[in-house]
Each structure stands twice: as C-alpha cells, then as structure tokens.
C-alpha cells in the first residue's frame, strides 16, 4: 500500500517483473512480510510459484491461469490461505496481498497441490476512482507501466463517483480566482506530500487556495486530480463537512489534515 501511495503522490513505484502464490497455513495478515506471513515452511518439496493475471478490471486483477505447484515429498501442513509476493525464494521479498482460500486443504505426500482459474483475485476499494485502482493494479501484479501522475487538489460542489474524470467532476461555477492547486512530491516546492508511513498519505504543507472573488458555492467534497484542468480523477471524498464560500474567503487545508489511505 505504501509504494503504490508513494508512486502516485511520491517516488515512482518500481514493480517486480513477476509475482509468485506462496501458501500459507494461517492469515499472512497485512502486517506479513516475505518472511513472516506463516508461509508453508520450506521443506518437502513446497516452492512458491509464478501466478499471472488478467487485465484489471472493474477495480480487480483476476488469476487468469492454474497455478501447479511441486509434488509434495512430506506433509506441507493445512494451507488455508495465500499470499503474493515478489520472489520466488522462500522467506524473502514482498508481501503484497493476501487472502483465504475457499477451503482449506490438507497436502500430504504424494499431492500435487493446485489452485484453479479465478481462484485468487485481488481488488482495491474506497474512494479512489476505479481509473486508478486499475492502474495500480496493472502496475503492481502485471508490471504494466503507469507513469507517476502529478497531483492537484481540486474542490467539488456535488458528490463524486468512482468512474468520475477529471472532467465530469462538478467544480466550483464562475471564474472567482478558483483553481485547482497542485501538490509537489516530498522534497519539492512547497506545497508538498508527506512520505507514506502509517497507512497515509498527507500533507506537509497548508495547502491554500486562492481567495475567492465572489461565491463558490457549497463546497461538499474534495478531490485529487491528475491535472490543472480535465485530466484523470484519482482519489476523492464526499463526506467532509459542507461549506459555503463566500467572496474573500480563503479555504485551506491545514498541514496534516488532507489523508489518503489506500485499502
């Protein structure tokens, strides 16, 4: 979650050329790492093995091939959940989602352990648009170039939904010194973006638009776009407290008050 958090509003996220389905006799959980995610020990034949995926769609990356695993030598144990991860060596790498399997599987010798077409999807939710939760997707489990975006805040006067654009998105009406205003990546001109920790994206800086030459209306929500203007929609919030901008007023975004998680 951070990389990705980062490669939009930071540094640019470097993806593994391939991932791999690790088995797992117990929730990785989204604290696991490659090396502490109660992964099938490495013994009696286990190794993880390559997974492929079809194009994202629909906020989803789907397991588009079975995945064969080495014939067991020895008891593997109860697998009862999988990981992805960004090696092939046991213990090391990535940990870079997880989840359970439909049910759970004793392997014992002589099995030739596989999982089948769709088993295993990955999806992003929330509110981010599904413009972006595809693209990271891709990125992330396809290795499919996404180029990091720039980043503007804009200020919306009507709800947003997830397959909005840049474009469609219903912006304060009237010229009145409204614009978007972009946020530069960590170490840049200020305004900047914090480096991700904890889960979060904020910022470092009071993000201040210009003052209003006449009404903006009722601020109901706030977005991040790709653009000063049109462009791609990326993430977006429709629960902040409703605002009326009246001619002189300033809105600012305090340092540390504007989040962005990633689930």
């Given at each position: ?151 503007y805040v804009a200020l919306v006067t009507a709800a947003v939904d997830e397959d ?5 998105i219903t912006e304060p009406a009237g010229a009145a010194a409204y614009a978007r ?83």
């Amino acid at each position: 979650k951070l990389e990705l958090l980062d490669h939009v509003f930071n540094a640019a996220y470097v993806p593994a050329a391939a991932v791999y389905l690790a088995l797992c006799t117990a929730d990785p959980t989204d604290a696991g790492t490659g090396a502490a995610m109660n992964e099938v020990p490495d013994a009696n034949g286990y190794a993880r093995t390559a997974i492929t995926f079809g194009a994202a769609a629909s906020r989803r990356v789907t397991q588009s091939a079975q995945v064969t695993f080495p014939q067991a030598s020895g008891d593997w144990g109860t697998v009862t959940h999988w990981g992805i991860v960004d090696s092939a060596t046991h213990g090391e790498g990535h940990l870079l989602a997880h989840g359970a399997f439909g049910v759970s599987k004793s392997i014992v010798n002589g099995n030739t352990p596989s999982v089948a077409v769709g088993e295993v999807y990955v999806e992003i939710t929330g509110e981010i648009s599904t413009y972006l939760a595809n693209k990271l997707l891709d990125l992330m489990f396809r290795n499919q170039a996404y180029s990091k975006p720039d980043t503007y805040v804009a200020l919306v006067t009507a709800a947003v939904d997830e397959d909005d654009t840049g474009a469609t998105i219903t912006e304060p009406a009237g010229a009145a010194a409204y614009a978007r205003e972009q946020v530069n990546v960590n170490g840049g001109a200020a305004p900047t973006w914090n480096l991700a920790a904890a889960g979060l994206v904020d910022n470092t800086h009071d993000i201040e638009f210009t003052t209003a030459t006449a009404s903006w209306g009722t601020i109901t929500g706030v977005c991040i776009v790709d653009a000063a203007a049109d462009g791609n929609l990326l993430f977006y919030d429709n629960d902040m407290a409703d605002q009326a901008v009246a001619e002189d007023d300033t809105v600012t975004f305090p340092a540390g008050d504007l989040d962005i998680t990633l689930s």
